[in-house]
């Protein structure tokens, strides 16, 4: 039986650690982009691009980051942060067209935040787990290049791993009184 949407919204979590080699059916992956899709967003612009990755791509990205690696912590810690990132199942880069207005930019980037979490969530509802993750790699300029991506034309708003979580790590959150002001 399907969640609940409070239950989905509620039991999703960031998965950090994968099964290795089970990746989630692509037509999954379409629906949950196509329902990305319907996010909100402002003068509909419709901002956000994505990019499914095949074997190659995901390789070239698990060598780089390795690399940017392995110049500060060598060559032990390079070779396995890149076993590790290439047992990783799924990998979609999202990217939001870059806007000249800062007004708009803001607007966009808000909107592509609302569609990558249609995306987390859908996902979840159909048990395949999600990482978004913006670290170093995301912004590198190599990234750009592999990915044939203008800089000036389309900025990363996140590297999403997808696949069946091999655990499910907890979290929390502070009470929203503590965050919740209500006026007159
Ligand atoms: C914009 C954005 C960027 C994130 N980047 C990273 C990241 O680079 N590395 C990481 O481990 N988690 C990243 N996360 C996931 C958060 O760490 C995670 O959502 C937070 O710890 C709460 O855990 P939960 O998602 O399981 O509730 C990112 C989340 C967002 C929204």
């Given at each position: ?22 990746v ?13 899709n ?48 290439l047992?990783i ?33 859908y ?23 592999i ?18 979580a ?7 959150r ?11």
């Amino acid at each position: 039986m399907s969640q609940t949407i409070a239950e989905n919204i509620r039991s999703r979590r960031t998965i950090h650690n994968f099964i290795p080699d089970r990746v989630p059916p692509r037509e999954l992956i379409l629906e949950a982009l196509e329902l990305a899709n319907w996010a909100p967003n402002h003068h509909l612009t419709e901002p956000w691009r994505y990019y499914l990755l095949g074997p190659e791509t995901k390789e070239k990205l698990c060598r780089l980051n390795a690399d940017l690696l392995r110049a500060v912590r060598g060559d032990k810690a390079a070779d396995l942060k890149l076993q590790r990132w290439l047992e990783i199942p799924g990998w979609l880069i999202q990217t939001c067209m870059v806007s000249a207005n800062a007004v708009r930019m803001d607007e966009d980037y808000a909107a592509c935040c609302c569609a990558a979490q249609n995306l987390l969530l859908y996902l979840w509802s159909q048990g395949v787990g999600c990482k978004w993750t913006t670290g170093e790699l995301s912004r590198h300029e190599e990234l750009y290049r592999i990915l044939k991506l203008d800089p000036l034309q389309e900025r990363v708003t996140g590297l999403f791993w997808y696949g069946y979580a091999a655990e499910i790590s907890v979290t929390a959150r502070k009470p929203l009184a503590e965050k919740l002001m209500e006026l007159p």
